[in-house]
């Protein structure tokens, strides 16, 4: 008896120490938007495709290089001269100095840096892009599994009020069969629905400690710690009409976003492709110093410096069609950018319509599972009355208490269904951060 009491406080008592800190999902939110391991990587490449949008990299900017070099010759020689006369050395010296700068700038190429600088800045918007959905993703599934947390710990409750009346009634019983008021198989079943009981709870502790390690997990926290959540999370927020929120999807929306910014990209790279079949002309310029010594030869020592500068132009007659094929690719890449935009607007507008459907579907089936709710907690609260006074048996309360916890269930479960269709139908409208923040 002792031991079944100790198990039942433990059990009825767990996740209420007075330690825990409270977490609301706006703060979890937050954290995980600083502390992240996922969301800081993303942001790093969105920095990257900034650092690389600038004028040098589309190509509008010359090149300007120095360049020098100094050598120095060692070797032994013998020269015979036409007029009779020789020369010859041993260890003889020489030595090579030279210096230059180089400039090396393209004027001109078909409007090709025109492209590529618009290709750099819809690449670092695109990257801004993917922060930006990544984060609405983290928030989504940080908000569903905070959800998820706070379903399951009124899942726990409701197991917990169906584990105490299962102890009034075992403890009944075997006070019964103490004083051979009772039959054997009436303790035995109540025994067996205890022991059930009891270990739903625990199971249901075990799903609780996951969902808690996996939200840890996400907010970079100690994955050993727990914390209190506000059940005010799971309650609706509601949801506009299908038509605002493809409106809003529309303007927010970060995949139509990026199949545009796709579209976009595609139109750039035909630009660039085309500019090939235009002419490159580059200007050029340097200036050189130079200087030489020689211990044999005919002549001593030589030094000269001066500038050189011109026009380069390149134009290709003929390269075995590669560049129109590339051409063509490129103007195929754009229209398959452009279906892919269309698809991806379709298949959001009919997310929308299917979920916002459901979501009043759910609505009308919530209505009816609160009167249900209503009906089996009366019931409930009768059986264990009759139950009492013997005028019904064990077997008849426990078949109430399952009709009370599935009626139970099935409207929390309901409740969760709907939270989760505002939570996708705000990130696919693209206010969720906003909308979970200022919640």
Same mark, same amino acid.
């Given at each position: 008896m002792y031991k079944l009491t100790a198990i039942l406080t433990i059990l009825l008592l767990h996740f209420y120490a007075p330690a825990q800190e409270?977490?609301?999902?706006?703060?979890?939110?937050?954290?995980?938007?600083?502390?992240?391991?996922?969301?800081?990587?993303?942001?790093?490449?969105?920095?990257?495709?900034q650092n690389v949008n600038n004028l040098g990299h589309a190509g509008f900017l010359p090149t300007v290089d120095i360049v020098g070099q100094s050598s120095r010759n060692i070797?032994? /020689?013998?020269?015979?001269?036409?007029? $009779?006369? +020789?020369? +010859?050395?041993?260890?003889?010296? /020489? /030595? &090579? +100095?030279?210096?230059?700068?180089?400039?090396?700038?393209?004027? !001109?190429?078909?409007?090709?840096?025109?492209?590529?600088?618009?290709?750099?800045?819809?690449?670092?918007?695109?990257?801004?892009? *993917?922060?930006? !959905? !990544?984060?609405e993703q983290t928030v989504a599934d940080l908000s569903k599994l905070y959800c998820n947390l706070i379903?399951?710990?009124?899942?726990?409750?409701?197991?917990?009020?169906?584990?105490?009346?299962?102890?009034?009634?075992?403890?009944l019983e075997k006070n019964k069969i103490e004083i051979g008021a009772s039959q054997k198989l009436y303790y035995h079943q109540a025994l067996? *629905?205890? &022991?059930? *009981?009891?270990?739903?709870v625990l199971q249901q502790?075990?799903?609780?400690?996951?969902?808690?390690?996996?939200?840890?997990?996400?907010?970079?926290? *100690?994955?050993?710690l727990s914390f209190l959540t506000n059940?005010?999370?799971?309650?609706?927020?509601?949801? %506009? %009409?299908?038509?605002?929120?493809?409106? @809003?999807?529309?303007?927010? &929306?970060?995949?139509?976003?990026?199949?545009?910014?796709?579209?976009?990209?595609?139109?750039?790279?035909?630009?660039?492709?085309?500019a090939g079949r235009w002419p490159q002309v580059n200007v050029f310029g340097n200036y050189s110093l130079s200087r030489q010594t020689s211990e044999l030869g005919i002549i001593e020592s030589a030094q000269s410096?001066?500038?050189?500068?011109?026009?380069?132009?390149?134009?290709?007659?003929?390269? $075995?069609?590669? @560049? /129109?094929? +590339?051409?063509?690719?490129?103007?195929?890449?754009q229209q398959a950018a452009l279906l892919n935009e269309k698809d991806i607007n379709a298949i959001l507008e009919a997310d929308?319509? @299917?979920l916002t459907k459901r979501y009043h579907a759910y609505q009308n089936q919530k209505k009816l599972l609160k009167r249900s709710v209503e009906a089996a907690q009366a019931s409930l609260l009768i059986a264990q009355q009759q139950f009492q006074v013997g005028t019904i048996d064990g077997y008849e309360l426990r078949l109430t208490q399952v009709t009370a916890l599935n009626a139970n269930m099935k409207l929390l479960q309901i409740q969760y269904a709907m939270r989760l269709i505002e939570i996708d139908l705000f990130r696919i409208s693209g206010i969720l951060l906003e909308q979970t923040l200022n919640a």
């Open positions: 409270k977490y609301e999902l706006q703060q979890i939110i937050r954290k995980a938007l600083e502390e992240n391991y996922q969301i800081q990587i993303v942001t790093k490449h969105q920095q990257m495709a070797q032994t /020689s013998e020269q015979n001269l036409f007029t $009779g006369q +020789s020369r +010859s050395g041993t260890n003889v010296q /020489s /030595s &090579n +100095s030279n210096a230059m700068i180089a400039v090396d700038w393209v004027v !001109f190429d078909g409007f090709g840096m025109f492209a590529r600088r618009d290709k750099l800045n819809l690449l670092a918007i695109m990257s801004e892009t *993917d922060t930006r !959905f !990544f984060i379903k399951e710990e009124l899942l726990l409750g409701y197991f917990r009020q169906l584990l105490e009346v299962s102890s009034f009634r075992y403890n067996t *629905d205890f &022991n059930a *009981d009891s270990a739903s502790i075990m799903y609780i400690d996951e969902l808690q390690i996996q939200i840890n997990r996400l907010i970079n926290r *100690d994955v050993r059940h005010r999370a799971l309650e609706l927020q509601g949801i %506009d %009409d299908a038509q605002i929120l493809i409106e @809003k999807a529309a303007k927010n &929306n970060r995949d139509l976003q990026r199949a545009q910014l796709e579209r976009m990209l595609a139109e750039a790279d035909y630009r660039i492709e085309k410096h001066g500038s050189q500068f011109g026009v380069n132009v390149r134009f290709n007659l003929f390269d $075995g069609g590669k @560049k /129109s094929s +590339s051409v063509k690719n490129t103007f195929l890449e929308i319509i @299917k």
